[in-house]
């Protein structure tokens, strides 16, 4: 190769590394516009779904066989930067949870928004009234619980507040024994926790002789046995709460099943009404007309337009003594043109018809032992 075509060769990376630049900016500028709109919605900083499109579709432009490992590495290299460029700019979500730190609504939120300030509230409500009024971003609110079941509380505000839903999210719940640092597990006495986590891991506490003393909550457990300082004295809590407290994890996954588990709804002021990737669910809530057969013509409606209802349940309302609104989630999107009519018939057999909210499949949100 001769000086002129070097020369040449090099102009050519010259030229294509400027128009890569400014296609650079660009493209971070819409990324900044999608961050921000993420901000208003509450939804996460990353969606797999959406990146395994992005990868898909941008190898399918290379044409040289050889390129295709070359070009992965930089269009994942280009979605990291996305993402950590996105994390800056939304490191001031606020994120209202009802518990304290260390509590599974405390380790869910921050699994769901990593890079955003947790808010502790008293309950559900001031969590919830905390978004409504401006004060916070988003909320994270249990929906049900594998071995409790709803969360009644959260599915009433969901029926009379004006948030929406937009994300599910599946935190698996895995109780640690936890105890002071230089604590043995062969030492151990007495267990702390919230009885629910009590009764989970009641077989390891039965076996081992041990005496269970409740609190509040797995947090405030895991707290009074660091302040107590007693080796004798573990808790049982999460390992997101052992690290947060400083205490060691003396036995791991004590509880009896691995199938616990507790789903959460991020609750946003901003109705979610793109496409959704990977398939969409929507939570319908209504109210139905004081005939005979009301219900049963509801459900008749739903059936007949193709929609799945994976759960059906009804909830008193507050103010109306023994009446009662139902509860369903739901596959598919109400936006089509066969959900809008299912709506249109739905309106004439229930008083009320509330979309609470829509949301891609949803996501589980696993532990990091690290």
Known sequence: MNTEVL???????????????????????AVKRIALWKKEHGLPI????????????????IRDDELQGDYDLFIR??????????????????????????????????????????????????????????????????????????????TDLMFTGSLHVT????????????????????????????????SQCGEYIRRHGLEAVQASNTARA??????????????????????????????????????????FAVFSRAENRTPLSGGTSFLLLFTVNHVAGALA???????????NMKALRSRPMKELPWQYYFFAEMEGDDRSEEGQQMMRELAEHCNVVKVAGRFSPEISLQEDEA
Do not use: W
């Not at 599910?168 to 629910?196: C, F, M, W």
């Not at 004798?232 to 947060?244: D, F, H, K, V, Y």
């Open 297 to 307: 013509n509801a459900i008749t409606v739903i059936g007949r337009h193709g929609f």
């Open 167 to 198: 994300g599910v999210y599946t935190l698996p719940v895995n109780h640690h024994l936890l105890g002071v640092p230089g604590a043995k597990a062969e030492d151990i006495r007495r267990v702390v926790s919230h009885p629910q986590a009590l």
């Open 222 to 263: 895991a707290q009074a046995v660091m302040e107590k300082g007693d080796p004798a004295t573990a808790a049982i809590a999460s390992m997101e709460t052992a690290r947060l407290y400083g205490l060691d994890v003396l036995e791991k996954n004590i509880n009896e099943s691995g199938l616990n588990a507790t789903r």
């Open 77 to 154: 290299n280009m979605l990291n930067c996305s993402r950590g460029y996105q994390r800056r700019l939304l490191k001031g979500i606020r994120a209202a949870y009802s518990g304290v730190e260390g509590a599974f609504a405390y380790i869910a939120a921050k699994r769901i928004f990593p890079e955003g300030e947790a808010v502790s509230c008293q309950d559900f409500a001031e969590a919830y009234r905390k978004v409504e009024n401006g004060d916070c971003d988003v909320c994270v609110l249990p929906l049900e619980n594998s071995y409790a079941g709803e969360v009644g509380q959260v």
């Open 46 to 61: 990353q969606d797999a779904g959406r990146e395994q499109e992005v990868i898909a579709r941008n190898m399918a432009y």
């Open 7 to 29: 020369t040449a060769q090099r102009e050519i990376i010259n030229e294509t590394d400027r128009e890569m630049a400014r296609l650079f900016e660009q493209r971070m500028e």
